[in-house]
């Protein structure tokens, strides 16, 4: 391939490596994303490609040994596994190009829905037509220009449903909206101490499903088992091992993890919830010494709030 490429030869090679592929003219992105007033960097790269990769939903429960985090953690940190699949992809070929996947100033789901990778879900999830909600998506810049653009028919929407609003515990969802801080997805990855509500409310180490399980558009989808996603073990995280060990010999076992990303410690405030609601006081020794150690304030608050109601357990 030299310095020529048609959208059919980009749209190939990115199949290769994912399971949906939009591509549009960055313009068309910009465009849209200073229509809706949003502050996003400018790019110079003409191209924009939006890549997804499906992932199955798997369920595994907790036990009173070992906790489970959102099913879209399991298998190696999405976040590397996109970047090299994209990588690999644009090895082949002499374009310079920019990525991202997840942290980065681009908004991912507009331009999901303008390349036609899905529509915007009111559970605030892209939802794919052959995949429902289960995609990780990347954004790829390449600095070349391709006459035309291969966006994906969208002929579908949530229309009168609204499962998800329904079944959100702590109502972050509501029609034509969503209010984040309220979101367990989104206050269980914050340093901070946890409301009473939001004690209760968590239930899992890290994540939230609920507003993917109960959509109608996750029913009968394809599933797809990436290598990289297939079960390594770490997937259950011992609970002995989150309050005893250090921050560095945990990070060398779970290493590869996504739900790594913000640290042990908001692991430990999560894993105490759960502890909370299995009435489970086998490790109170072990809480109270993780109290003396960790003197953050957010984990010492709501650490020592929670050792208090398992003592009286
Ligand atoms: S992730 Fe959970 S808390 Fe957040 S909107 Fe969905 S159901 Fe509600
Ligand atoms: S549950 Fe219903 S309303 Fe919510 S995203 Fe799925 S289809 Fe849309």
Same mark, same amino acid.
């Given at each position: 391939?030299?310095?020529?490429?048609?959208?059919?030869?980009?749209?190939?090679?990115?199949?290769?490596?994912?399971?949906?592929?939009?591509?549009?003219?960055?313009?068309?992105?910009?465009?849209?994303?200073?229509?809706?007033?949003?502050?996003?960097?400018?790019?110079?790269?003409?191209?924009?490609?939006?890549?997804?990769?499906?992932?199955?939903?798997?369920?595994?429960?907790?036990?009173?040994?070992?906790?489970?985090?959102?099913?879209?953690?399991?298998?190696?940190?999405?976040?590397?596994?996109?970047?090299?699949?994209?990588?690999?992809?644009?090895?082949?070929?002499?374009?310079?190009?920019?990525?991202?996947?997840?942290?980065?100033?681009?908004?991912?789901?507009?331009?999901?829905?303008?390349?036609?990778?899905?529509?915007?879900?009111?559970?605030?999830?892209?939802?794919?037509?052959?995949?429902?909600?289960?995609?990780?998506?990347?954004?790829?810049?390449?600095?070349?220009?391709?006459?035309?653009?291969?966006?994906?028919?969208?002929?579908?929407?949530?229309?009168?449903?609204?499962?998800?609003?329904?079944?959100?515990?702590?109502?972050?969802?509501?029609?034509?909206?969503?209010?984040?801080?309220?979101?367990?997805?989104? #206050?269980?990855? &914050?340093?901070?101490?946890?409301? $009473?509500?939001?004690? %209760?409310?968590? @239930? +899992?180490?890290? !994540?939230?499903? /609920?507003?993917?399980?109960?959509?109608?558009?996750?029913?009968?989808?394809?599933?797809?088992?990436?290598?990289?996603?297939?079960?390594?073990?770490?997937?259950?995280?011992?609970?002995?091992?989150? #309050?005893?060990? &250090?921050?560095?010999?945990?990070? $060398?076992?779970?290493? %590869?993890?996504? @739900? +790594?990303?913000? !640290?042990?410690? /908001?692991?430990?405030?999560?894993?105490?919830?759960?502890?909370?609601?299995?009435?489970?006081?086998?490790?109170?020794?072990?809480?109270?010494?993780?109290?003396?150690?960790?003197?953050?304030?957010?984990?010492?608050?709501?650490?020592?709030?929670?050792? $208090?109601?398992?003592?009286?357990?």
């Amino acid at each position: 391939m030299c310095c020529f490429l048609t959208n059919q030869e980009l749209k190939e090679a990115f199949q290769a490596q994912f399971d949906v592929v939009g591509i549009i003219h960055t313009k068309r992105y910009l465009d849209e994303a200073k229509r809706m007033v949003k502050k996003i960097p400018q790019v110079d790269y003409p191209t924009m490609v939006v890549v997804g990769l499906n992932y199955p939903m798997r369920l595994i429960k907790h036990t009173k040994t070992h906790l489970i985090p959102s099913f879209y953690t399991f298998g190696s940190d999405y976040h590397t596994v996109l970047k090299n699949r994209i990588k690999r992809v644009m090895d082949q070929m002499p374009f310079l190009y920019e990525l991202g996947v997840d942290n980065h100033p681009h908004d991912e789901r507009l331009a999901a829905t303008l390349s036609g990778v899905g529509y915007f879900g009111k559970n605030q999830l892209i939802i794919n037509e052959f995949f429902g909600t289960y995609i990780f998506l990347g954004i790829v810049f390449i600095d070349v220009s391709l006459e035309e653009e291969l966006i994906l028919e969208i002929s579908d929407d949530c229309g009168t449903c609204r499962k998800c609003i329904d079944a959100c515990p702590t109502n972050a969802l509501f029609e034509g909206g969503y209010e984040v801080e309220k979101c367990m997805s989104h #206050f269980n990855q &914050s340093k901070r101490a946890l409301s $009473e509500e939001e004690i %209760d409310a968590n @239930y +899992l180490l890290f !994540g939230c499903d /609920i507003c993917q399980m109960v959509c109608p558009k996750n029913i009968k989808k394809k599933t797809t088992l990436h290598p990289e996603f297939e079960l390594s073990g770490k997937e259950m995280v011992s609970i002995v091992d989150l #309050f005893a060990d &250090s921050e560095k010999e945990f990070k $060398e076992k779970y290493k %590869d993890m996504s @739900y +790594l990303w913000k !640290g042990k410690t /908001i692991l430990m405030r999560n894993a105490l919830t759960i502890l909370h609601k299995q009435k489970n006081t086998l490790y109170n020794d072990l809480i109270e010494k993780s109290i003396e150690k960790h003197q953050t304030t957010w984990y010492h608050n709501t650490a020592l709030k929670i050792l $208090e109601k398992l003592k009286t357990k």
